[in-house]
Each structure stands twice: as structure tokens, then as C-alpha cells.
């Protein structure tokens, strides 16, 4: 069984290679097929460990695989070995069986773009860097895992190269992440001075032996680590990358907000959430980073008109969710949603992915309309995704995993009003730009033909996750509709649990609220930009939609505080003695070819002429000797 568990990343690594040694010599069929095979096989190897670890809990919460070792250089040593329990079990099921379904129907979507198969081999990469992170014994490895995913969202973003736009939104992400990386291995190397080992199972038990809650060296190392977890997670004040992140493919957004990157910070807090709770203040900064994350993007993805912004920002205000949880020590809570938020986001991206195709890559919402009955499975595949988006009550996914989070949120010791009202009025944020897009998009009158219709390869996995966005979250009901924990009690096996106030005879009526709240989202919606859209009309031209448009202005905060100044010192830098240095050796180089070059000029006459001359000049050399 320990084998299996190797075997999960290894083999969209393989299928990486073969696509990377031998792209010249497979046919377009056969490049999609080995990637999305390599993902299926995968995720069908998860199923068996999974059901094998959970028939063996709670006697055996964990397996461990060491490979080899990577590294031993004085006190200094890692080994490449994998760790699977609840928390990277749930990760593995996710990125494996939701990559198979974005890999299915990358096949369909990407059937005519002349890069298909450097397409699958980045998606291969991809995910087996994902699976390596959440699998990873030791935190180096783990940040093995957390570079790759990084270098292969460079790589997605930037897969249409030949626009010059696509290549700035890649290196825009990049570096942004680069900033959380960096103060997250600056984290790592403390960890490792302070412990001696990068282990990560010993560094949890160490910690809370060695470290005093709330010391400075807790606090520190929490932060630099939350830094990383910003940077991935797309989180204030990091955020500004991932919207520019829709310039790559479809598939490349469904596969980045759904199933890997940008979940990553979330499950690095979650592992090593001994160190958090060793830094209280840290802990509820987390908490107060993602409630305001969550009402910025919904702000913001209330005044977008581009389809894929919209879920871009969706993402960050549902992963600002999972960053509340998180904070009030909701573990199982953010996981949850993490699980749900993959099913329904997924279908979301997978679903616009379609629409835009064939509509011959339109993205503008207000330049569609009129899909409902053009495109029956798209809509009605895309309405449970927005649905369960909205956390419509009682029959989407959606709607368990994030009352979960608002519950939490208000009734844990570490919780409070303040964060619920947050989290209700980005709920309501939710259902209002969910159900906007709805009904500008495909209600209305037809601005846009579809070209064509989506094949089958494109459709069945909107409808297998459609399913999953609607039940998916019967796994785990609240106390007051029947008190069915099978997630918490899975997750609770590694994680800690939550503690919580007196209040549990009150779920019910935040329950009525909160849905109440999503279905006044949805009507206003209904109202606002279907039935008499003349309301909002004031809305749109107004200076505050315009601020709410630009994401409330970080990017210009950053161009004008950070990009300008370095691209200044850089124009007055670039002629000093260091470049003009560099320069000359270019050119003496330069130089020193064209002088080579000479005698290279392809006449055999000339070759023998110089080989017998050469010959001449060591003879008359030896003899003078």
C-alpha cells in the first residue's frame, strides 16, 4: 500500500516526461490521452489507499514512504518521503479526480491549438508538484512541491506566449508569489536553526515542547510562513496576480483556482497549525486577512464584465473563507470548503470555458446573452455551479460547507460578530455577482451566436461535477439537521478540533439568516439585472464602481509605490561601470567570433590549405628546438 502512495505523484511525472522526450514522435490524440490517463490512474490509486487508511483509523492515522535521501550535508539532511493522513488525503482525492475531469475536457478544448502537447506536459507538471507538496514529509520538500506549482503557473499563464499580455500576467504572478516564497524559506531556515530538522511531524511536536505561546520566535516564524500562504492563496495584500491569471486556457484557471496553487496556502496553515496556535495574534490576523479579503473581491466581482474575472475574484473571496476558518481554528470548516469550493469552481471555469469557445473567445458577459436556450447543458450545469456558489439552502454543496464557516466563525472561541457579519455580507456579495452573471449572461437577448456546440469530452464532466456540486455536502450536516460529521470526523483525526461557545441552541436561526441573506442576493439579482436593470444603471457609472472595478486600486498603489521607482533606479543604472564592463566582454566575444567565423567559410580547398599550413608551422617549430 505505501508503494500506491508513491506511485500517485510519480505517475503524472512520468506522463510528463514521455510528453516532454518524445513530443516529436506522439500524435495529438495520443498527447491527451496519456495526460489525462496518467491523472486517471492517479486518482483511482488514491480511492484504494484512501479506503484502506480509513478502514484502519483510528489506530492508524497515517502512512509513511521514504524513497531515498535527498540531501545530507553536515547536520543539514532531507529524504525525498511522503506522508499521507486525513488532511493529505482529502488534498490527493481533489487534485486527483478533479485534474482527471480538467484533463477529460482539456482534450476536447484544446483538440486545435497547435501546442497541445507542451499544454498536457505543463498540466502533468503541474499536478504531480501539487501532489508532491500535500504528500511531502518534510517542509523542504514541501517547498520543492510549492516552486514547482509556482513555475508551472508561470508556464499556464503565459501558454499563449505569442501575446505579449499573457507574458506580463505571467511574470506579474510570478514575482508576485515570489514574495511570499521568500519570506516563507526564510521561515523554513528558522524552523531548521531552531529544531534541526525539517521533518514536519517533529517540528509540531518540538515546537509546542520548546516555543512559549506568543514568544517573538513563534510569532516571527508564523508570519513569514503566512507570507508564502498570502502569496499562493492570492490573499490581501497579494492578491493583484490571480485576476491577470485568467490569461492563460480555461482548463489552466479551473485547474489553478480548483485543485492546486491557490490552495496551497490554505493547506500549509492547516499543517502546520501547532505553530499558528503558538501564535495567537498571528491566528486571528488570519481570520481578519481573509474577511476582508472575501468583501474586497466581492466587491470587485460585482463590477466585472469579463467572465473569467468574475470567478477570479469569486476565488479570492471564497479561499478568504477558508483564510477565516483557519484563523478561528475552524480547520475542518476550511478543508470542507476547500473540498466543495473545488467541485463547484471547477464547473464554473470549466462551464465559461465553453461559453467563451464558442462564442469565439468573447468574454464580455454583456456581449452574450440569450444562452439559456442555445446552450441547455452549459446553463443549467453553470446554475448549479453558481447555485452552490451562492450557498443557495438545503440543496447545493455550497450552502453546508460555507454555514459551516459562518457558524464557526461567530460561535468559536476565537470567533466573533464582527467576523460573521463579514462573512454574511460577502454571502450576500456571493449570490449577487453569482446571479448576475446568470442573467446577463444567458438571459436576455442574444448579442452573440455559439459558433458551434461543446462535445462530449466538454460536457460530461460539467454534468459529473454538477453532481458533486449538489451533493458533495451531505457528508457533513450541522447539529441541526442531523448531526452527520463524516468530514469533521475524518479531518478531526490529524487536525485539532475547534472549541466553541454556548450557543449551540442558536444555529438554526443563523442558519435562517444566512439563507435568507443568499436568496435576497439572488433576487436582487433577479431585480437588478433582469427584471428592471434601469435600478442599477446610476451603479455603473459611478465613481465607486469604477474603484470596486480596478480591484480598489492595489495595482495602481503598487505601480506607482513600487514598479516606477524600480524602473527608474533601473533606467539610471543600466550604463554604469558594472554594465559597461559586461558590455566589453560581449563585444570582445562578438569580435573574437567573426575572426573565427573566417575560416569557416565552407571550401574544402580552404580547410586543407590552413590544416597543411598549421601542419608546417609545428614542424618547423619541432626542428627548431
Keep these: 500500500m505505501k508503494t500506491l502512495i508513491a506511485l500517485i505523484p510519480a505517475l503524472p511525472m512520468i506522463s510528463f516526461l514521455i510528453l516532454v522526450l518524445f513530443s516529436g514522435k506522439l500524435s495529438r490524440k495520443v498527447a491527451g490521452w496519456i495526460g489525462a490517463g496518467s491523472i486517471g490512474i492517479a486518482a483511482v490509486l488514491t480511492v484504494i489507499v484512501s479506503v484502506d487508511l480509513i478502514s484502519a483509523l483510528p489506530e492508524i492515522?497515517?502512512?509513511?514512504?521514504?524513497?531515498?535521501?535527498?540531501?545530507?550535508?553536515?547536520?543539514?539532511?532531507?529524504?525525498?518521503?511522503?506522508?499521507?493522513?486525513?488532511?493529505?488525503?482529502?488534498?490527493?482525492?481533489?487534485?486527483?479526480f478533479v485534474g482527471f475531469l480538467i484533463h477529460s475536457y482539456s482534450i476536447g478544448f484544446m483538440d486545435k491549438d497547435e501546442g497541445i502537447i507542451r499544454f498536457f506536459a505543463y498540466m502533468n507538471l503541474f499536478v504531480s508538484s501539487m501532489l508532491i507538496l500535500v504528500l511531502a514529509d518534510n517542509i523542504l520538500l514541501v517547498y520543492l512541491g510549492w516552486e514547482g506549482v509556482g513555475l508551472c503557473s508561470y508556464l499556464l499563464i503565459g501558454f499563449w506566449y505569442k501575446e505579449p499580455e499573457n507574458g506580463t500576467a505571467a511574470r506579474k504572478a510570478f514575482i508576485i508569489t515570489r514574495i511570499g516564497d521568500t519570506a516563507m524559506i526564510i521561515g523554513i531556515f528558522i524552523l531548521f536553526l531552531s529544531f534541526g530538522t525539517f521533518n514536519i511531524q517533529d517540528i509540531m511536536h518540538l515546537a509546542s515542547a520548546k516555543w512559549v505561546a506568543g514568544s517573538s520566535i513563534a510569532t516571527i516564524t508564523a508570519v513569514l510562513l503566512l507570507g508564502g500562504a498570502l502569496g499562493k492563496s492570492a490573499q490581501v495584500p497579494l492578491q493583484t496576480w490571480l485576476p491577470d491569471a485568467m490569461a492563460g486556457p480555461s482548463p489552466v484557471s479551473a485547474l489553478i483556482h480548483a485543485a492546486t496553487m491557490v490552495t496551497a496556502g490554505v493547506y500549509l496553515i492547516a499543517r502546520t497549525n501547532v505553530l499558528f496556535s503558538l501564535a495567537p495574534i498571528v491566528q486571528g490576523f488570519i481570520a481578519g486577512i481573509g474577511a476582508l479579503t472575501l468583501l474586497i473581491a466581492g466587491f470587485s466581482a460585482l463590477t466585472q464584465h469579463d467572465l473569467k474575472r468574475i470567478l477570479a475574484y469569486s476565488t479570492i473571496s471564497q479561499i478568504g473563507y477558508m483564510f477565516l476558518a483557519l484563523g478561528v481554528g475552524a480547520y475542518s470548516a476550511a478543508i470542507f470548503h476547500f473540498m466543495i469550493h473545488a467541485f463547484f469552481k471547477a464547473l464554473l471555469f470549466l462551464a465559461a470555458g465553453v461559453v467563451i469557445l464558442v462564442l469565439n473567445e468573447e468574454h464580455d458577459i454583456f456581449k452574450m446573452g440569450g444562452l439559456r436556450k442555445k446552450m441547455p447543458a452549459v446553463f443549467w450545469t453553470f446554475l448549479i455551479g453558481s447555485a452552490s456558489l451562492?450557498?443557495?439552502?438545503?440543496?447545493?454543496?455550497g450552502f453546508y460547507s460555507k454555514d459551516a464557516i459562518l457558524w464557526f466563525a461567530l460561535s468559536s472561541t476565537s470567533g466573533g460578530v464582527v467576523l460573521w457579519i463579514a462573512g454574511i455580507v460577502g454571502a450576500f456579495l456571493t449570490a449577487l455577482y453569482s446571479f448576475r452573471m446568470i442573467f446577463i449572461a444567458f438571459f436576455g437577448e442574444a448579442k452573440t451566436q455559439p459558433s458551434f456546440q461543446a462535445g462530449y469530452l466538454m460536457t460530461?464532466?460539467?454534468?459529473?461535477l454538477a453532481v458533486f456540486s449538489l451533493f458533495g455536502g451531505f457528508i457533513e450536516l450541522p447539529a441541526s439537521l442531523g448531526n452527520f460529521h463524516l468530514f469533521s470526523n475524518?479531518?478531526?483525526?490529524?487536525?485539532?478540533?475547534?472549541?466553541?461557545?454556548?450557543?449551540?441552541?442558536?444555529?438554526?436561526?443563523?442558519?435562517l439568516i444566512s439563507s435568507l441573506i443568499a436568496l435576497s442576493g439572488i433576487?436582487?439579482?433577479?431585480?437588478?439585472?433582469?427584471?428592471?436593470?434601469?435600478?442599477?444603471?446610476?451603479?455603473?457609472?459611478?465613481?465607486?464602481?469604477?474603484?470596486f472595478e480596478i480591484g480598489f486600486g492595489f495595482d495602481k498603489v503598487y505601480d506607482i509605490l513600487i514598479v516606477r521607482p524600480v524602473v527608474w533606479l533601473a533606467e539610471i543604472d543600466k550604463k554604469d561601470f558594472i554594465d559597461q564592463i559586461n558590455i566589453s566582454i560581449s563585444n570582445m566575444a562578438l569580435i573574437g567570433n567573426e575572426v573565427l567565423s573566417i575560416a569557416q567559410n565552407g571550401k574544402l580547398r580552404w580547410y586543407l590549405l590552413t590544416f597543411a599550413f598549421g601542419i608546417a608551422v609545428i614542424l618547423t617549430y619541432m626542428m627548431t628546438k
Design 523 to 547: 433576487y436582487l439579482a433577479y431585480l437588478f439585472y433582469y427584471k428592471k436593470p434601469v435600478f442599477i444603471d446610476s451603479f455603473n457609472h459611478s465613481k465607486i464602481h469604477h474603484f
Design 61 to 96: 492515522k497515517s502512512y509513511q514512504i521514504t524513497l531515498w535521501q535527498w540531501m545530507s550535508v553536515g547536520n543539514l539532511s532531507a529524504d525525498i518521503s511522503f506522508r499521507l493522513d486525513s488532511l493529505s488525503l482529502v488534498f490527493c482525492f481533489v487534485i486527483t
Design 460 to 464: 460530461i464532466p460539467l454534468v459529473v
Design 390 to 397: 451562492s450557498a443557495l439552502p438545503l440543496v447545493t454543496a
Design 490 to 511: 475524518l479531518i478531526n483525526q490529524s487536525l485539532p478540533v475547534v472549541g466553541i461557545k454556548n450557543v449551540e441552541h442558536l444555529e438554526w436561526l443563523f442558519q
